[in-house]
């Protein structure tokens, strides 16, 4: 069975999300078209349309369990009023003249109505992974409940890993910095990725068949010496053994001075080779490539050649090293500028300088890091980058408090939601009479 796609874009369903595709179905999104709808299908096609945005992750018999059809609202009430009166008026002398006449100057028909059907889903707002979402610590609710599964979010103090705690006014949840930084980040470009982990895995497999060469070198040397020696033992010797001259290789402590030379040449080697400034020809990079393979050749057989004849092969290597140096290319042969130093500067480039340096401290590049750094907001994150008003969030240390339950209020309703209340109307009284 072929899995479904979380962001389908034929049939448009917006989702808690920052991604691209969601943020082009958020300009596609309208009210679906209820003329040749049934009431019950009117209903459940809004509850299908607000349930991929709200708590998708929920099941639905758990959404139900947590629905409630007691909306909290604020009425804001006139202080002169309140301070003039205390009630008695509303039951004094009715018809006997004391109501004041109509003015309909002052009365605004549309005005400043109570959204309570936008309310509907204000219960999902207490839960975990939806306030760390809403505190844009998260690129998506499916994302922070991740984070508290992971043990990476604490509340009050305490980890809690239990993506459906609903959290009381007053509480205070904190996600670690890292994990904040990785999901509201860019990240990292995929060439990059992928040519550094090529260049990984060549360095590795060069290394790897120096060592099973050498080694199957040795096999096979060792091989031949015992079938020779077998040879020797079955035959008798008509002619007497011409005896090889023995090779000096040497006390270990020169090998050791030698070893230290040719790793000191390597590093040489590699820091030429990873040396982006210097531009260098194709061929150029091949024989510096070459002379890599040739050193660390060198560098197994250390224990195993002559002094004399190690000894040789280094000064060529080093002598070949040192031709790369003094045959620099044309590019590289140009003087660089000279700095102004701090006394030459004046004050604004003073300030610049410093800017710059505070800057680079502040959000340095790592490429040990799964994001990009320096670090910079992902794409298309602006569209989603607001903070309703029960929460008081902090990102310097990537904590916030949820100060009370999210109310309706004359014009506005603190539940995030881009659906008309005539949806919300829709989806609630389809949850109302399934109570």
């Known amino acids: 069975m072929t899995r479904k796609r979380f962001h389908g874009l034929k049939r448009v369903k917006f989702r808690a999300t920052w991604n691209k595709y969601n943020l082009f179905n958020l300009s596609r999104l309208k009210a679906p078209r209820t003329d040749f709808m049934t009431y019950y299908q009117q209903k459940w096609s809004a509850k299908s349309i607000t349930r991929a945005y709200h708590g998708e992750h929920i099941r639905e018999g758990q959404w139900e369990r947590m629905f409630t059809p007691l909306l909290n609202s604020v009425i804001p009430m006139d202080h002169r009023y309140l301070a003039e009166h205390d009630g008695s008026e509303q039951a004094a002398g009715r018809g006997s003249g004391l109501e004041k006449p109509l003015d309909l100057n002052k009365i605004s028909f549309g005005k400043n109505q109570i959204p309570y059907m936008h309310m509907t889903y204000a219960p999902i707002e207490r839960r975990l992974d939806t306030a ?15 984070f508290v599964i992971h043990g990476q979010v604490k509340v009050n103090g305490k980890k809690i890993p239990y993506p459906g705690y609903l959290l009381n006014p007053g509480d205070m949840f904190q996600v670690e910095p890292d994990r904040v930084l990785f999901a509201t980040g860019a990240p990292k470009i995929k060439v990059k990725v992928q040519a550094e982990t090529r260049l990984y895995e060549r360095r590795i497999s060069k290394q790897t068949n120096l060592v099973r060469s050498a080694a199957l070198a040795k096999a096979a040397q060792r091989r031949k010496a015992k079938e020779a020696k077998e040879l020797a033992d079955d035959t008798i010797e008509l002619v007497p053994k011409q005896r090889k001259p023995r090779v000096e290789l040497g006390d270990p402590e020169s090998r050791k001075l030698r070893q230290k030379e040719l790793l000191k040449v390597i590093r040489q080697i590699e820091d030429k080779i990873g040396n982006k ?19 660390r050749a060198t560098l197994i057989f250390i224990h195993k050649k002559p002094v004399e004849e190690l000894e040789i092969e280094i000064k060529e ?18 003087s660089p500028k000279r700095l102004k130093s701090e006394e030459e500067m004046d004050q604004k480039q003073k300030s610049a300088l410093e800017a710059a340096i505070a800057r680079i401290r502040e959000n340095p590049s790592d490429t040990t890091k799964p994001y990009a750094t320096p670090w910079r907001p992902r794409p298309y994150m602006s569209a ?3 903070i309703p008003r029960y929460l008081e969030v902090n990102h310097n240390i990537c904590s916030a408090v949820y100060l009370r339950h999210p109310v309706a209020r004359p014009g506005l309703a603190e539940v995030p939601t881009p659906f008309p209340a005539e949806t919300q109307q829709l989806a609630f009284n389809w949850y109302l009479r399934r109570r």
């Open 317 to 334: 290597i080093a002598q070949e090293l040192l031709g790369f140096t003094e045959n620099l290319e044309p590019s590289d042969k140009t």
């Open 384 to 386: 989603f980058a607001f």
């Open 132 to 146: 760390i979402f809403r505190a844009l610590f998260a690129s998506s609710v499916r994302q922070a409940r991740q």
């Open 277 to 295: 400034k210097i531009r260098r020809t194709a061929k150029r990079k091949q024989e510096l490539r070459a002379l890599l393979r040739r050193a």
